[in-house]
């Protein structure tokens, strides 16, 4: 495992990234150019050698709810990988849901999985959020990421 200090190094050789010093000695850094409302790029780096890097738009990476990768135990190529290709994610703004008959111009559809778990996907005006009951379970720009983490969370349309 990279030490704090490894990681803070690897991290500020992005010349791209904006350092941002946090609560309880934790940092972020921005990724100002984004194309999109989200601009942190590293989360929460903590002394204690945690973090977390955006990865919503990345295929590949276990995430939590919020979009994000815990790095704790990346090696230097895994955290420099995850870091570039996060900027890179920022830096092209996603297509909407294309308007056909698999995508009608207000989505809502219902996802099941094996266990039986239902989800629903629903459009709200830009946004296609993804629903557990009442609760939001996860919120994206185009319907295409939407669908990708539904299939990667092994959900199938009905």
Do not use: C
């Amino acid at each position: 495992m990279l030490t704090f200090e490894e990681k803070l190094a690897i991290i500020e050789s992005f010349p791209q990234l904006t350092r941002n010093d946090v609560s309880l000695k934790r940092i972020n850094f921005h990724y100002e150019e984004s194309l999109h409302d989200k601009k942190t790029v590293v989360y929460h780096l903590h002394p204690n050698g945690n973090g977390f890097v955006f990865a919503a738009f990345l295929k590949g990476y276990q995430k939590d709810d919020k979009g994000y990768v815990n790095i704790r135990d990346f090696s230097e190529d895994q955290l420099r990988t995850v870091i570039e290709a996060s900027i890179n994610s920022l830096s092209v703004k996603r297509e909407l849901a294309p308007q056909n008959a698999s995508t009608p111009e207000q989505v809502e559809e219902t996802w099941i999985d094996k266990k039986g778990n239902t989800l629903l996907l629903q459009q709200e005006d830009a946004l296609f959020n993804v629903y557990h009951g009442m609760n939001l379970e996860a919120s994206f720009e185009s319907y295409v990421e939407a669908e990708q983490y539904l299939l990667d969370e092994e959900f199938t349309r009905q």
